[in-house]
Structure formats: C-alpha cells, structure tokens
C-alpha cells in the first residue's frame, strides 16, 4: 500500500474529515499508518444533512440559529435577568431612529453649510424622510414577523443591525452627493427595515423570559429604546461638532456689495471691494452663527464651495458603524428560554394529576378571533384611533424636536437657547420617552388601562396652551418671565412626551383586556397601523403646516418694509418686481431672518409663531383620542365566545 487517493463530490474539503481522523488511526501496515475508512465515510455522513446540504461548511453560523440562542430547559430562573442587557443593547442602537431632528438642520444646509443655500433642501422634502421609515417598519413588522420567530433573535438582530448600519452609511453617501433619492433609500428604507427587526427581535425576547411579568418585560425592554433616543442626541452633537469645518468668511453683509442672479442666488458683485468678484455666497444672519458651535467670525457673507462642511456625512458614517457594532454585539449574546421552561420549580407529576381535574381555563388561553376583533367589534376602531390621535402629536414633536425649540426660544432667549440647550432638549424627550414606556405601563396595572389612557388626555392643554407661552414670551415685552415660560414649555413638552411612550407599552395589556390574551398579538399588530398611520401625519402635516406659516410670515414682512434701499441692497430687486421676489423666495435668498434685518425694528419675529398651527391641530387629535378612549365599553369576552360556539353548531 503505497499511497491512497479520496475523491469527494461534496462542497466541504475531506481535509477536515482527516484531520478529524487522527485521533482513530488504524493498524500499521509497511510502516505506514491506515485509518478507519467505515469512520470516515460516517463522518462523511453526518456532514451532510438529510437533504444533502453540507451542515459542516454552515457551522459558522450556529452560533446564530435558533437553537444555539435557545438556553437549557433547566436554566435557573434567578439569572433570567442576563437576557435583558444584549436585548438592551439592541433597543439602545436603534432608538436613535427617534432623534431624526438632529440631523434635519445639517440636510437643509448641507451645501451653505452656515445657512440654506439655494439648492439645498427644504425641510418638507426632508421630513417625510421619517415618514418613509416609519411606513417601511410596519411593512417589515407585518411581513417578517414569522421569520423573526423562525430564526430566533440573533439571526434577526444581526439582520437588522446591518440594514440600520447601512442605513446611516447610505444616508452619509446621500448627504455627501446630496441626493434625495440616496436619502430616502438610507434612512427610510434600509432605517425602516433595521428598525422592525430591531425592535421586535428584543422585546419578543425579554417577554419570553417574563410570561409571569410581561408589563415588566415590556417596561425593561421598551425604556432601552428611550434610552437610545436620549443618548444619541449627545454623541451625534459630539460627532457633528468634531467633524464640522465654517466655510470662508469674506465679510459683514455691509462691507459686501452682492450681486443677485436670476435663478436667486448670490455672488459678489464686480465693483464689490471686499471679496472675489463672482464668487457664489450665502448669507447667514445672527440666528444662523448662533446654532452652530463651530462658526466663530459671526453674522455675514460666507463663500460657497470654500471647504465648508456641516460634519454630518462624516458623523453618519462613523455612527453608521458604531451602531451596527453596538447592535451586532448585542443581537450575539440574546437568547430565548427553552419551550417547555418556566419561571417557577416545576411541580411533582402528582401535584399535576391532583390539579388538573379542577384547574379551570386560564385567561391567556381564550381569546376573540383576529377578524372578529377588527370586523365586528366597535371597541377595536375606537382603541385605533385613541392610538392614532395621541402618537400623531408625539410623532410631529419627535421629529423635529430640535428646529422646533430654536425656532420658538432662540430668538427670545439667545443667550439660553445655544446649540448645546437643544441637543439637551432632544435628549430630555428621549429621557421622558423611556420614563413614559416604563412608568405608565407599571402603573396601568393599578390604574386600569382605560384610565391611563385617560391620562394622556392631559396633552390636550399641554399642547394646545403652547402658543400662548410663545406669543407671551415674544410680545410681553417682559424679559423676567421669559426663563419661567421656556421652563414651562419645556417640562409640559417632555410630560407629554411620557405620553407618547406610554401609549405602545400600555397598549398590549389594552388589548388583552379588551379581546382577551390569546390572539393579542395579532391584534397588536393590526393596531399598529394607527401608529403607522400617525407616523405619516404627523411629521408631513408639521412640514406642511410650517411651510404654509414661513409663507405667510415673509409675506407679512415684506409688507411692513419701510426702507426700499435697504431691501435693494440686500436682495438685489425692488419691491413691485412680484415675480423675482417669488424666484428668491424659492431660492431661500429672501427668508424670515433676513427680513428681519431690513423691517423696522420694532417688528415682531413670526419665527416663534411658525407651529402655532401645528399645536392646534395636534391638540384637536388628542381630543378625539380622549373621547375614542372614553367610549369603548369592556366586551364578555367568554360569552361571546361561547355564542360563536353555538352558532357554528347550528350551522
């Protein structure tokens, strides 16, 4: 026997098999060692499975099945509590979904960098980005629930953790060539995707390991992804802040002469003395340098395509992989509790035999049909919009937190609304989100879910008493009560965002109440679509509605321009040239801030005044919230299943 040859037709290199074969050599013959070739051909065998398919070569994905996320029917229920942190740690790298407003203000003047220029976009293309996210995770939710179940949270985070990384890298190739569609594609779709199966993978989890406990498990998982949202603000600031670059000042908007081309735009006119003839500008008002930590010369003319660069791309990019390593991890060390394990001792057969005659059905395991529910019944229309009304305000808030409390207390209180006030306020609201989703949840459980609901209808005079804090902070002409006013509309906004966050982890429970355990899932999932539904009104109809007041604002300052010169000087037209305004207008050259330095000075900003509608109409839905909730009636879950019982019978 001088030599042996082994062919194989498999995929899996019989290397491994040899290597597996050392440890059983055979008898010497001529000196040389033979090996067990009946073990060879088992271990050929057993590394294919019944279909044929080589279950060696996908050993490296083990790790990630089901099965191995899957812990011992005997795991001791004291040390349940070590599946929270991983699922944890995936709810903390996707709850920065919800602080969208931070990156909204660096996408509308990604190329003016210090203010819009005319190609950037505006804030109703940009907005609706949200939206688009929102609609793609219910979409995700509804069709790859089952599969996230089939494959286990690993697999399923792991998943999402590379749609959410590479959501926030495509959104930062979006920002750096400025493309809307990239933008869309990144963080709508791909974010919307990350975000389903990032959020159910976890919270399906946790509640796995507390079926005696499930408000709690929702609580605890739920509260990770508030946390995500208050601490993303800080570390997307940090990140803007360390790669943001102030393009080239030329000089204060008196020193230079600019010239205005027909498409709207600005250029340093030729008899200009100070700047490059020709050079393309955008000019930035004190209210502009104001928000941003990296601008230091102040007020005036900036050159375009000088270097100047927001830091966004860059800190997309570097949170794009933060986050999906942050995800990764987590979704790597989740695990789900054996079918048959339970929280408590398992009790001796006899104790079962002993029970089980006189142990009635248990609560979890009635429950109305899915179509009955959602086709029949007037309770679950009422819940729908009870969710709807209250999360469309939630939603308009969270994402535009940001613009919003600089636009309302920058101009009235300069000195306290800085750049660094508003990433607070975005994650005060993430704070209160998570505070919301754990607080009311614990306390629905003595207060009734009805009754909690009812609660959230405190948000109608939170919300619709707003624009009076902002009206008497802008026209009370009393600089004393404008800290007390800020204070007040920021501590009713963060209430009101407990709210929000109150809604979705009260909501299961709600359900069960109303249509019984056994089908609550599924119910769940229908009700969602409220969300979904809320998710596009609200921030659309903010975009909307903002954009309808920025127009009439600068319609109304441009009638109460008093000095023609001045408004020449500024925006290179006089003001009986209607067309051209329009043009500038649209090319974001004429805007309230800019206006604003050409009016008398006694003219009050209409900045502050932009969401006054917003919170009208947003108040409004949580009053028909209010009443939806108070209508719906507790259904005899039992004896309406004991009638549709009968009437298949009869049939």
Known sequence: MTGVSLKCGGRRPCGFIFNRLRHSPGKKYNGMVTYNWRSCASMLALSVDSDGHDVVGRRHFSRLSKEKATAPVNFDPSKRWMA????NAVHLSIGSVYVYSMWTPGFTTALGVVSSAP?????????????????????????????????????????????????LCTTALGVHLHSLPLLYMGYGMFGGVGWGLMYLAPVTTVMKWFPDRRGLA?????????????????????????????????????QVILETLPDGSQIVASDSSVGTPGQHVVVATESDVGRLNYVTTGPGVYALDSGGDTGMS???????????????????????????????????????????????????????????????????PLLWLSVFGNATGGLALLSSSKLMITDIWAGVAPEIVTASFATGYVSALGIGMAAGRFGWSA???????????????????????????????????NDGIVLPLLMTFYGGSVLAITFYG?????????????????????????????????????????????????????????????????????????????????????????????????VPDETIDPTPFLYDTTCYMAAGLIGVSFVSNMMIQPLDVKKILEDMDQKEVKE
Not at 84 to 87: D, E, G, H, L, W
Not at 130 to 140: D, I, N, R
Not at 331 to 351: D, G, I, L, Q, Y
């Open 314 to 380: 860059k800190a997309l990019g570097a949170l794009g992989l933060f986050y999906g390593v942050l995800g990764a991890l987590g979704s790597r060390f989740m695990m789900v509790p054996h079918p048959e394990w339970t929280p408590a001792p398992a009790t001796s057969k006899a104790e079962e035999v002993t029970l089980s005659p006189t142990t009635e059905i248990k609560q979890q395991d009635i429950g109305l049909p899915v179509d009955f529910v959602t086709g029949s019944t007037k309770q679950f």
């Open 119 to 167: 190609a950037d976009w505006t804030h109703s293309q940009v907005l609706p980005v949200f939206s688009t996210a929102a609609v793609v995770l219910g979409v995700t939710t509804s069709a790859l629930g089952s599969w996230v179940e089939k494959s286990g949270p690993r697999k399923a985070g792991l998943v999402g953790s590379m749609f959410w990384s590479s959501a």
């Open 84 to 87: 929270v942190p991983p699922a």
């Open 218 to 254: 929702t609580g605890m998982a739920l509260s990770a992804f508030g946390a995500g949202a208050a601490l993303a603000p800080v570390l997307i600031q940090t990140m803007v802040d360390l790669f943001s670059v102030a393009p080239d000042f030329i000089g204060q908007t008196q």
């Open 443 to 477: 306390l629905s459980d003595y207060l009734g879910r009805k009754n909690t609901y009812a609660v959230f209808g405190l948000g109608i005079p939170i919300v619709g008493l707003a624009p009076s804090l902002c009206h008497s902070a802008s026209i009370g002409g």
């Open 502 to 598: 109150g809604i979705f982890s009260v909501l299961p429970a709600y359900i069960a109440d109303l249509f019984g355990q056994k089908h609550a899932g599924a119910i769940h999932g229908k009700a969602l679509t409220a969300w979904a539904a809320s998710a596009v009104a609200g921030p659309m109809g903010l975009a909307y509605l903002r954009s309808q007041s920025v127009e009439h604002g600068i319609q109304d300052l441009i009638e109460k321009v008093h000095d023609p010169g001045a408004f020449h000087q500024a925006f290179g037209c006089s003001l009986e040239e209607t067309e051209t305004i329009r043009t500038l207008i649209d090319a974001k050259t004429i805007t309230i801030k800019r206006l604003m330095e050409v």
